[in-house]
């Protein structure tokens, strides 16, 4: 019987096939619901089945196998959890000695609930080593029993290979950290992550097997310093945003531009002045250029360009009480591109419409104010497209 599709991480408990004959006399184990004597609970995991007859014997002796079956493996899981939060509280250490954010760290419990998620008891294999018939009350009884020494030494050997993806995933994210590649490092620490918890799941079953806590190697790659690389990557990754500004009131307007860095800042990401690089262009000139050129701008750096330009324009005016009420409207463009790979993420035009229509008292006091309206929508956007960008690294 093989992993079921989708397994993360599996249990395997290799013993012999097949149903154990049913026991004549009522056994030791029926009466007490205990099979201690025999199987020392240091040496092995006990799980006790029991089915009512259904008329159908095979039927009814596999679902008290099986309900047995399932006993052993709510004893590990259970006792997986309880390891899991001890081994994630020793890790939450390291990370509140080392995270320089927390836009990638989870708090012990999450890892816990996270890890519990990936893991999957399927039992490949166990020894039914008794089974019994009660005629008066017309129940079935099973006794399953795992080995705690053979189901490890099978573990151990199973799971060395996770080890080593993830500390090759861990290596490459490094390398990709040290060359300024911020999104390729936070796509292999995460890789890097995703195997450490397969591995803690794995270690600590290791350790439920065992009977005792294995002591943690400070050295051993752990979900914990996957998560403080992350957020290294994740600090590493920089967006430069220019935004050129058509205001006829104010040619040196930068309202739009402000509002999206401030945006993006607000919700950690960091953001850098390149104003130098753009002083000698225009939008129309940089919307033209290819990709291959946008990167070779001098001292161009990033990961991430946000260009774009929004233009108020005088919609109207009208004469109220005596006073004269200007009226502006924005409209704008939007390109994003990865300034590594040379990929356009997004290549928009937005005409807000009365959306963005604003009324006062002087040309200056409209334009800014629709350009602010524009600014907030615009900041919207971006900021949506961003977290996008970073759910698809991670």
Known sequence: MGLQKGTTAALLVVGLLGTAALAKDEPEWVKSRNASAQYTAARYLVGIGQAADTGNK???????????????????????????????????????????SKSTTLGTQQVVSEIMTKVDLELVATEIKESYFNKRQKQYYALAVMDRNLAAEVLRKKFALSR????????????????NDGPRALQNFKKAKDELMKIE?????????????????????????CEVAMDQAFDSIRFVVQI??????????????????????????????????????????????????????PGLK??????????????????????????FMTSADLKIVNLDTGKILIDEAFDWGNATKSGKSSPEKAAADSLTRAGAFLADRVSEKVEDIFKSLQ
């Open 302 to 327: 990033g990961s991430y360009l946000i260009l774009g330009q929004a233009t108020a324009k005088p919609s109207s005016q009208l004469a109220m009480s005596g006073a004269t009420v200007f009226f």
């Open 164 to 179: 080593q993806a993830g500390e090759g995933f861990f290596r490459e994210g490094q390398d990709a950290l040290q060359k």
């Open 58 to 100: 095979e039927e009814s002796v596999k679902a008290a196998e099986n309900v047995a079956r399932n006993e052993i493996a709510t004893q590990i899981r259970t006792q997986i959890q309880s390891t899991l939060t001890s081994r994630m509280e020793e890790q939450q250490k390291y990370v509140h000695k080392n995270q320089r």
């Open 201 to 225: 799941a794995n270690e600590a079953m290791l350790d439920v097997l065992a009977g005792q806590a294995a002591p943690l190697n400070p050295e051993a790659l752990t979900v914990a310093k």
């Open 244 to 297: 050129y500004e058509v205001n006829p009131t104010q040619p040196r307007s930068v309202v739009v531009q402000g509002k999206l860095i401030q945006g993006l800042r607000e919700k950690g990401y960091n953001v850098m002045d390149n104003a130098a690089t753009f002083a000698n262009y225009s939008f129309d000139q940089l919307s033209n250029f290819s990709t291959e050129q946008l990167r070779a701008l």
